[in-house]
């Protein structure tokens, strides 16, 4: 508690508030703030979890500004044999929750500030076709939960959806006849709803799984729901994913996410454009759809090395570089 001074009436009182004094009071109001800018549950969930793992790591950091600003260097300092994904998703957690801390009064300035990017020399994870095809080979359809499952996986390679979104998918959000789906605002990471697209295959194995729904479930029930009819959680699912894929012997680190990307390449590949894969992917702009524009563009680069016609009429006999005459 502490005592602030207050205008009333032209007079000065001071009068007793709460102001929050630990880092935990202050994740709580920053929680509750962005509950008020109608944030994604999940992403208020990641917020609270990278900002208190950073805290928990460094408990007297909240005290001094100056203590806080070392705090940040060790804590990323330390985070350099993490992937450059992770180093990175952290440093964008830390320093919104600091930029609300310094927009709030709580902090004279963010101490991530500095603190650069990493270079991210990842690549999305894609699953073979054929693994693809073993995998689904092994999702057994005769209970309601393989029904659920080989539509979920077949819904994800379709539209590339984010497993989040899918989860969170009613009835009513489905246009079967059309071969529709619209992603609701409130499920959507951008917040913006959009409507996808996906194949009769997919539709009919949504139907079936529909037909096998119990009579009293209604539409706020998910699609894609557990067997006593709560919506199945993401963890849940990529465990049962991580199941099927050891079973049809698809490496093991076979996950909701990988279905997406996978989705993505094959999209490209298969001729459609960067433009409707960033509508179907729900990206809020071109540079995330580039990422896997530029996979592809890489793989028809390495197949014309191996197959180039040129190549093999006129076999290169060194392996010198010869300077190209103007």
Same mark, same amino acid.
């Given at each position: 508690?502490?005592?602030?001074?207050?205008?009333?009436?032209?007079?000065?009182?001071? *009068?007793?508030?709460?102001?929050? !004094? $630990?880092?935990?009071?202050?994740?709580?109001?920053?929680?509750?703030?962005?509950?008020?800018?109608?944030?994604?549950?999940?992403?208020?969930?990641?917020?609270?979890?990278?900002?208190?793992?950073?805290?928990?790591?460094?408990?007297?950091?909240?005290?001094?500004?100056?203590?806080?600003?070392?705090?940040?260097?060790?804590?990323? !300092?330390?985070?350099?044999?993490?992937?450059?994904?992770?180093?990175?998703?952290?440093?964008?957690?830390?320093?919104?929750?600091?930029?609300?801390?310094?927009?709030?009064?709580?902090?004279?300035?963010?101490?991530?500030?500095?603190?650069?990017?990493?270079?991210?020399?990842?690549?999305?994870?894609?699953?073979?076709?054929?693994?693809?095809?073993?995998?689904?080979?092994?999702?057994?359809?005769?209970?309601?939960?393989?029904?659920?499952?080989?539509?979920?996986?077949?819904?994800?390679?379709?539209?590339?959806?984010?497993?989040?979104?899918?989860?969170?998918?009613?009835?009513?959000?489905?246009?079967?006849? !059309?071969?529709?789906?619209?992603?609701?605002?409130?499920?959507?990471? $951008?917040?913006?709803?959009?409507?996808?697209?996906?194949?009769?295959?997919?539709?009919?194995?949504?139907?079936?799984?529909?037909?096998?729904? @119990?009579?009293?479930?209604?539409?706020?029930?998910?699609?894609?729901?557990?067997?006593?009819?709560?919506?199945?959680?993401?963890?849940?699912?990529?465990?049962?994913?991580?199941?099927?894929?050891?079973?049809?012997?698809?490496?093991?680190?076979?996950? @909701?996410?990988?279905?997406?990307?996978?989705?993505?390449?094959?999209?490209?590949?298969?001729?459609?454009?960067?433009?409707?894969?960033?509508?179907?992917?729900?990206?809020?702009?071109? *540079?995330?759809?580039?990422?896997? *524009?530029?996979?592809?563009?890489?793989?028809?680069?390495?197949?014309?090395?191996?197959?180039? @016609?040129?190549?093999?009429?006129?076999?290169?006999?060194?392996?010198?570089?010869?300077?190209?005459?103007?």
């Amino acid at each position: 508690m502490e005592e602030v001074p207050l205008i009333f009436m032209g007079a000065l009182r001071k *009068v007793t508030v709460t102001v929050p !004094a $630990t880092w935990r009071e202050v994740l709580e109001e920053f929680s509750l703030n962005k509950q008020a800018e109608a944030r994604a549950a999940r992403t208020i969930k990641d917020y609270r979890a990278h900002v208190a793992a950073f805290f928990e790591a460094e408990p007297d950091a909240w005290e001094d500004y100056h203590r806080l600003k070392q705090a940040v260097v060790r804590h990323f !300092a330390a985070l350099r044999d993490k992937s450059a994904s992770f180093f990175n998703l952290r440093r964008e957690y830390l320093k919104a929750f600091f930029a609300w801390c310094v927009r709030e009064g709580y902090l004279p300035a963010n101490p991530v500030d500095g603190i650069p990017k990493r270079k991210n020399e990842g690549r999305p994870r894609a699953v073979p076709e054929e693994g693809l095809k073993a995998l689904l080979d092994v999702i057994d359809q005769r209970s309601y939960v393989g029904r659920r499952d080989y539509a979920l996986a077949l819904l994800q390679l379709d539209c590339g959806l984010r497993p989040s979104e899918a989860l969170s998918l009613r009835p009513s959000d489905f246009n079967l006849r !059309a071969l529709e789906v619209t992603v609701p605002a409130h499920a959507a990471k $951008t917040r913006v709803p959009r409507t996808v697209v996906y194949s009769p295959t997919t539709a009919k194995a949504i139907l079936r799984l529909l037909a096998a729904r @119990p009579k009293d479930w209604d539409d706020s029930v998910p699609v894609f729901a557990s067997q006593d009819g709560r919506p199945l959680r993401p963890e849940s699912w990529a465990w049962r994913l991580r199941r099927y894929a050891e079973k049809a012997g698809v490496n093991a680190r076979t996950n @909701p996410y990988a279905l997406r990307h996978t989705s993505a390449i094959m999209f490209l590949r298969g001729g459609g454009s960067a433009f409707a894969l960033q509508r179907q992917l729900g990206h809020a702009s071109l *540079v995330m759809t580039r990422r896997y *524009v530029h996979m592809v563009e890489e793989d028809l680069h390495r197949e014309h090395a191996q197959a180039s @016609p040129v190549a093999r009429i006129i076999p290169q006999r060194s392996r010198g570089k010869r300077k190209l005459e103007s």
